[in-house]
């Protein structure tokens, strides 16, 4: 079985210090919690901004070229940048990160109901970002939250907008999105194109059981506390020890963690 991509995504839009003291939001933090996840097995770091003084989402391209740069010099991870957006961000609020030319960037190809707020994803601005992409060499991510969202992924190819092979990843289990279950991972993995490579994301307590199965089928893995805070029921996380936790399953389960240099290779970077 192909080597064991994980993917952390340490600090996402919503949880605060308030809620765990352990979420890295400024630059220094995040790119210290890069050196640590690194050392502990990630592979790919997913990478959101925040606002220093209110924890609130950033689209400030100052704070994420701070991230970025603090990244590329501490460590050999491949970096991902986001491209998701809170409700009102448009375009122009979303794309300016990508002059940044990491290697990847997540990519939505579909709108989502959050529990309190409309995640929208209109076809323009999907093309758009995809387009920017292609144009800078930034691999996509796509982040599917439903099953039709492999179809618009794959529309993108169609319209010369992104190049095979694709890589998804899964994210399972959010209100409103698509359910955490074994049967939907074995659906999603067979409607994606055969070459395509595949990671499972699972929120919150689901995130350890979509790992394991993500593993045992042959997928790739993403952690951290953008999805999940908790290491079992009431206990809080760190974003190393998330990753470590996937490095022992993986270890007793057999299957090898990739380096980031691996990586890159799986996924044709
Ligand atoms: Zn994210």
Not at 37 to 49: F, P, Q, T, Y
Not at 60 to 76: P, Q, S, V
Not at 134 to 146: A, C, G, T, Y
Not at 243 to 251: I, K, S, W
Request: glycine share 8%; hydrophobic share 40%.
């Amino acid at each position: 079985m192909e080597k064991l991509i994980i993917t952390v995504a340490p600090t996402g839009s919503l949880p605060t210090k308030k809620v765990t003291p352990h979420v890295p939001i400024t630059p220094e933090e995040i790119v210290r919690t890069a050196v640590a996840c690194e050392a502990a097995g990630a592979a790919v770091i997913h990478i959101h901004a925040r606002n220093p003084v209110d924890e609130s989402p950033s689209t400030d391209f100052a704070i994420f070229e701070e991230i970025y740069l603090g990244i590329k010099a501490k460590t050999r991870l491949i970096t991902q940048i986001s491209t998701g957006g809170r409700a009102g961000m448009g375009y122009e609020a979303r794309n300016e990160r990508l002059r940044l030319k990491p290697e990847m960037a997540s990519l939505t190809t579909g709108s989502v109901n959050f529990p309190n707020s409309v995640y929208e994803n209109s076809p323009q601005l999907i093309e758009a970002l995809a387009a920017d992409m292609k144009r800078l060499s930034i691999k996509p991510e796509m982040e599917i939250f439903d099953t039709s969202m492999i179809s618009n992924a794959s529309a993108l190819v169609s319209k010369g907008l992104a190049a095979p092979p694709l890589h998804f990843d899964f994210v399972m289990g959010l209100k409103g999105a698509i359910p955490a279950t074994i049967e939907n991972i074995v659906h999603l993995k067979n409607t994606i194109p055969p070459d395509a490579t595949w990671t499972v994301a699972g929120v919150g307590p689901t995130q350890l059981s979509m790992n394991t199965h993500a593993l045992l089928m042959g997928g790739h893995v993403r952690v951290g506390l953008e999805d999940n805070i908790y290491f079992s029921k009431g206990e809080l996380t760190t974003n190393e020890r998330l990753v470590e936790r996937v490095v022992g399953l993986a270890g007793i389960l057999g299957r090898e963690i990739a380096t980031p240099d691996e990586a890159r290779e799986i996924m044709h970077l």
